[in-house]
């Protein structure tokens, strides 16, 4: 079975702090799919990133940045200098294969950040 | 980039009435499509995944007479809630894929559902 963990639930921060959210991950699978989606207050999910699990490359997108470490099980997704458009439900997901019906996604619990100014 | 549309956006409905939400890839053929529900302030929950052709695959603990999937084709995918009750209001939200493309799943924006 697959499990995605965001213990935080919700953060909030001053504009201009970084801020890191937290996700681990469990699965069986020794190849599996890891994301990043935003959830505005609109509801319409954002996609931010997908990673696979032979790649622990990191990954800089502008002031996002996600930190793959299987070691740990841990797909870490930090924001720098963080901004009021930022304000949203974060998702941390994963999915056994990227075609067919496996390549369903099981989501964490997400995490509400709030930036304000 | 790929675009899913899901239609009503709002559906507020009366106890016992059935409701049919429709989700659709606008500029690409889904070979498959989710049914992900969400509770205020949850996580998506997948319901049921539906390939083109064939019956839907629904999730445990998913009511499949109750949750109607029907992909009729390779651009759209119905939800019908039938006999509708105040406990299945919720946040629908479907997704769309194609494994002929970048393999990104496309969400809709969503559907919300209020049974009165």
């Known amino acids: 079975a697959q499990k995605v963990t965001q213990a935080q639930t919700e953060i909030s921060v001053v504009e201009k702090e970084d801020v890191t959210l937290d996700c681990v991950y469990e699965?069986?699978?020794?190849?599996?799919?890891l994301f990043w989606y935003k959830q505005p207050p609109s509801g319409e999910l954002v996609f931010l990133i997908r990673?696979?699990?032979?790649?622990?490359q990191n990954e800089i997108s502008g002031r996002y940045s996600w930190n793959f470490q299987k070691s740990t099980s841990s797909f870490n997704f930090t924001i720098t200098a963080s901004q009021v458009v930022d304000s949203a439900v974060y998702f941390c997901?994963?999915?056994?294969?990227?075609?067919?019906?496996?390549?369903?996604?099981?989501f964490g619990k997400g995490i509400t950040l709030s930036v304000r100014p | 980039g790929a675009v899913v549309s899901q239609h009503p956006s709002r559906v507020i409905c009366k106890s016992g009435t059935s409701v049919k939400i429709e989700c659709r890839s606008l500029d690409f053929q889904a070979t498959t499509m989710f049914w992900y529900r969400q509770f205020p302030k949850q996580s998506l929950m997948l319901m049921a995944t539906s390939n083109e052709g064939s019956k839907a695959t629904y999730e445990q603990g998913v009511e499949k007479d109750k949750f109607l999937i029907n992909h009729a084709s390779l651009t759209l995918s119905t939800l019908t809630v039938t006999s509708a009750h105040p406990e299945d209001s919720s946040f629908y939200i479907c997704s769309a894929k194609t494994d002929f493309r970048t393999y990104e799943q496309y969400f809709g924006p969503g559907t919300r559902l209020t049974v009165t």
């Open positions: 699965t069986r699978d020794t190849t599996y799919y």
């Open positions: 990673r696979n699990s032979f790649d622990e």
């Open positions: 997901a994963l999915s056994r294969k990227l075609t067919g019906a496996n390549s369903k996604l099981t």
